[in-house]
């Protein structure tokens, strides 16, 4: 009887064992957008949205590598991104300089008293999400790539931490009446009603695991623009708000590079209508030490959030960079782009760079310098992901940072930007992702080894995700995964799939049959929508991206030998 029952075990591992290789795992409870999508329905400048077709995997390659197979399982993850958990009736805000242009678009979005509701949302859909649709690898933790909070404040990012956490959230400040903008300000806002409801407390899904914490610009500048000041932090938590019409450039700044001139016209409200509203003094702003130190203060794991992992600088202040074990063969790097004198773009101080380039050769058996291939025997080769809250298109800010050393640049010609960083990158083979957000966009984009690069192997995609405050409201599920070369002399292939994933709530509302955050978070994706498509605001109708820049399967040389 024991050796039958042994025969059975034995069995049942090997079915297992087949179904993570060959994504035959048991059907996820959860839905992405391989099973449909929601798209909007009716007549053209309403809010009407409804599920549509599912959207198709569509199979990228670099360098014209074959793309046959599924390959087996690496590790995986849940890509999110710009949730910009939000204290919309804060005194620190600029709600008035929405109609101002860059780099004040979004200062103001109808839906945004509801980011912790559309949170919590994509949250529960990902809860039931617990393997990889492509190749059944499990999905172990929760990445977020910056701009967790919008206004660097206090309270905010306090309710982002318990929103993954798992905890109570009460996403209200001040008093107990709403005390933000309304119908009165702007003819498209939400009804009083709304709002209200949108202040009271909940209990978070939570990330059900281990999530790791990426620093973006709007946690750690005010309004994702400027630095904290002294007296501007007086103004946030004092009781005192300034209530101007949104879609009026009256009020907008004459120079959005004079920092001071920015600061000073916030301050100054002896021409503009100013209301009492209750002070708190939760809204006060982080400076870079605190912020970081706020991921200790936690009930989830692992206690720092990534940040556990980050060097500290000669003062011992910790920084906000760090690298950590996606799998056992695959290592993340989280960077902090950060451009601590201000501006929205994002940019790595010099003593940042020299860390990421020791931790790239710390993974790298083989590399390249001055074209040279150089072997590394200190190392222990690793397939290498990067993660950032700016992209390639946005690691372009020009400023300085004194306290932090030089801007690097990457190179000495004149204009900095990601460029820099892509072949700095291009210089480690075992760098085969580069993921992010600020964009609010789904984009894909592929660096292909350059001309004269005989190895192939030197390529790598860059993983944009949509926004969670901004239409289209979505997350990204990522695998990674590999195949044996078919001959000797073949080298092995890397698989990394993507697939979309749109929060749990309903694209219609009804608050008779949805829970009240339910309902909030469709109605934050209707606003969404209608802000991006008819409304003109600071999000783009085609932020879902093309159908090769949503669920894919992209595919590429292995750099080095995956069965070893």
């Known amino acids: 009887m024991r050796s039958v029952w ?49 959207s198709p995997r569509v199979t990228r390659t670099l360098n014209g590598w074959p793309t046959r197979g599924r390959g087996r399982p690496l590790g995986g993850f849940k890509h999110v991104s710009d949730i910009h958990v939000l204290d919309e009736e804060s005194p620190a805000r600029v709600e008035y300089f929405d109609a101002c242009n860059t780099p004040f678009t979004g200062a103001y979005r109808p839906q945004e008293a509801m980011s912790t509701q559309v949170g919590n949302s994509m949250l529960k859909e990902l809860a039931k999400i617990d393997n990889g649709p492509a190749t059944g690898v499990p999905l172990r933790f929760v990445v977020s790539t910056g701009d967790n909070v919008d206004n660097n404040q206090l309270n905010e990012t306090r309710w982002f931490i318990r929103l993954l956490d798992g905890n109570r ?20 806002a939400l009804s009083r009603k709304n709002l209200k409801r949108a202040q009271r407390p909940f209990d978070s899904v939570g990330t059900q695991g281990p999530w790791y914490a990426v620093l973006g610009n709007h946690d750690g500048l005010v309004q994702g623009n400027v630095p904290a000041n ?34 000073s016209g ?40 990534g940040l556990q992992n ?50 790239l050769k710390k993974y790298s058996e083989d590399y390249y310098r001055a074209g040279e291939r150089i072997s590394n025997a200190d190392a222990k080769d690793k397939l290498i992901m990067l993660f950032s809250h700016h992209s390639s298109k946005t690691l372009n ?44 966009n789904n984009e894909i984009r592929a660096y292909a080894a350059k001309k004269g690069q005989k190895d192939k192997g030197r390529a790598y995609w860059e993983v944009n995700t949509a926004a969670h405050i901004d239409w289209p409201q979505q997350s990204r599920l990522i695998e990674v995964a590999w195949k044996p070369g078919e001959r000797a002399a ?31 978070a469709s ?37 080095f030998d995956l069965e070893r």
């Open 6 to 54: 042994s025969k059975v075990v034995v069995l049942s591992a090997l079915v297992t064992a087949l179904a993570m290789q060959t994504g035959l795992t048991q059907a996820s409870p959860g839905k992405t957008t391989l099973d449909r999508t929601i798209v909007h329905e009716g007549e053209e400048g309403t809010k009407n949205l409804g599920y549509g077709p599912p």
């Open 169 to 188: 959230v009460n996403p209200n400040s001040g008093g107990e009446d709403y005390e933000g903008y309304d119908r009165g300000e702007f003819d498209e």
């Open 230 to 263: 002294p007296s501007f932090e007086e103004r946030a938590t004092s009781g005192q708000k300034i209530f101007l019409p949104i879609d009026s450039e009256e009020d907008c700044p004459d120079d959005f590079s004079d920092v001071e001139e920015i600061i």
């Open 266 to 305: 916030l301050l100054d409200d002896s021409d503009v209508p100013v209301r009492p509203v209750t002070a708190d003094q939760r809204r006060r702003f982080l400076s870079n030490e605190e912020l970081v130190e706020e991921y200790f203060d936690t009930t989830g794991v692992p206690r720092g959030h």
């Open 310 to 359: 980050a060097p500290k600088d000669e003062s011992g202040e910790r920084q906000g960079y760090y690298g950590f074990r996606i799998s056992d063969k695959v290592r993340g790097i989280s960077l902090d782009t950060i451009s601590q004198e201000g501006g929205p773009n994002g940019h790595i101080p010099h003593p940042q760079f020299k860390w990421l380039r020791r931790e």
């Open 397 to 440: 800010n020009p400023g300085l940072e004194p306290a932090r050393g030089p801007y690097h640049c990457f190179r000495r010609t004149a204009g900095c930007d990601g460029e820099g960083l892509n072949r700095l990158l291009h210089r480690f083979p075992n760098v085969i992702a580069w993921v992010n957000g600020h964009e609010h």
């Open 490 to 520: 073949k080298a092995d292939t890397v698989f990394i799939y993507g697939t979309v994933v749109d929060h749990a709530a309903a694209p219609d509302t009804n608050l008779a049959t949805q829970s009240r955050v339910d309902y909030l």
């Open 523 to 559: 109605l934050s994706r209707r606003e969404a929508y209608y802000d991006a498509c008819v409304r003109n605001g600071q999000a783009t109708c085609l932020a879902p991206g093309a159908p090769g820049d949503r669920n894919v399967k992209l595919v590429q040389k292995a750099p």
